[in-house]
């Protein structure tokens, strides 16, 4: 068992730090402070293969590892969160299905697109009226000639504003749940979808969260993913990898709030020495460290595991709950830490606290992960 990272795993991590630490660090509070989409940082990602990093060569992607995926997510949190949002959802929710579960021509007409920055995706699951309980969502699809009919409204959509690939969940068939839900590869030229309220959010403000419209839009036959009736088991496929990248996110943020925390206690003095000698100190920084570590080891056993084909559901939702629990921590006690300081916009460490609390929503709320965890632990005992 070695708990090193290979060197190739090394070579992304140095390549993405040096890149976040040039690139991103330096706009990182001005995007949040004025949220404007980072079109020239995501561009220049885009060189770096970061937008399609798991997809093979062939179709445009870079041809890296899930290992690499997740080292190089936490280090574009680290930076901005807000920004890692809007490449991982590209990433995982977007390329990762059409990839895995898309024809070959579908495969050929999307993955360069997305995988070298020409278009951005998105992942349209959730509903005004579903959330957590997705799979009873209401938007509908009616088949006609060639053509499918999409109706419907999805909300809280990461990248709706500027994606022009979408990936849409509508119900084909009468069966309840996720037997009667089909996938559609649609794209924003279609005639009928179109981009709802515009929603005004607490962090993570330089990705776009809004609403996506599908009014009667005419989505061709050809832009089936997958089998009708495969959209609830594509979805949480998908989802599993989506949640390795927010694992991922979450460890970059707690990384941020540890590493600026530690910098801070050791030049503040107060009662005529630095903070970071009195124990009350000490205590909250060698917890916060811990659990970051923790975290970040859930997080590449869980990438691991799905690098050697391996089933990894659990272990997603083990490392995807545990690292978003982990960032809320560790960012409250860096805030404590900072005192004062930590309240204001002048210092990062706020930030950081808003931005951590998605992490415990998207990609499935903490309460979900528990429910997924344990009903793994439980089937061999049905």
């Known amino acids: 068992m070695d708990f090193q990272l290979a060197d190739e795993h090394r070579m992304v991590q140095a390549t993405v730090r040096e890149f976040a630490r040039q690139e991103i660090l330096p706009r990182a509070a001005a995007l949040d402070h004025t949220p404007v989409f980072p079109s020239e940082i995501i561009q220049k990602a885009a060189a770096l293969g970061l937008m399609g990093m798991v997809i ?12 690499s995926y997740v080292v190089a997510q936490e280090e574009l949190a680290r930076a901005s969160a807000g920004l890692q949002t809007i490449i991982t959802v590209n990433n995982s929710l977007v390329c990762d299905p059409i990839f895995h579960f898309g024809t070959e021509d579908q495969k050929r007409r999307y993955l360069p697109r997305l995988s070298s920055g020409a278009s951005l995706g998105c992942y349209c699951l959730t509903e005004p009226a579903y959330g957590s309980d997705a799979m009873s969502l209401r938007t509908d699809a009616r088949r006609e000639a060639d053509q499918w009919i999409l109706r419907g409204t999805k909300a809280f959509v990461t990248n709706a504003v500027e994606a022009d690939v979408c990936i849409v969940y509508a119900r084909t068939g009468p069966e309840p ?79 941020a709030a540890l590493e600026e925390a530690t910098a801070y206690a050791a030049g503040r003095r107060q009662f005529g020495r630095s ?3 009195f124990q009350a100190i000490q205590w909250m920084l060698a917890d916060m460290a811990t659990r970051t570590d923790a975290a970040r080891l859930l997080m590449l056993r869980a990438a691991y595991l799905r690098q050697q084909g391996t089933r990894y559901t659990r272990e997603a939702s083990m490392a995807k709950l545990f690292a978003s629990e982990t960032a809320m921590w560790v960012t409250h006690k860096a805030v404590q830490i900072f005192g004062g300081y930590g309240y204001i916009q002048d210092y990062p460490v706020e930030r950081y606290f808003r931005d951590a609390k998605i992490t415990e929503i998207y990609e499935g709320t903490s309460e979900i992960q528990r429910i997924v965890i344990a009903r793994n632990l439980l089937e061999g005992h049905a």
């Open 56 to 67: 093979p060569e062939a179709y445009g992607g870079a041809g890296m590892d899930p290992v």
């Open 177 to 255: 749940g996720a037997r009667g839900i089909s996938a559609f590869i649609v794209e924003k030229g279609f005639p009928g979808i179109s981009v709802g309220k515009v929603e005004k959010k607490l962090g993570i403000k330089c990705s776009s969260t809004a609403e996506i419209v599908l009014d009667g839009c005419r989505v061709p036959a050809s832009n089936l993913l997958g089998e009708p009736g495969s959209g609830g088991k594509i979805a949480l496929t998908t989802l599993d990898g989506g949640r390795l990248g927010i694992a991922a996110q979450a460890v970059g943020i707690a990384r």
């Open 275 to 277: 903070i970071g000698e």
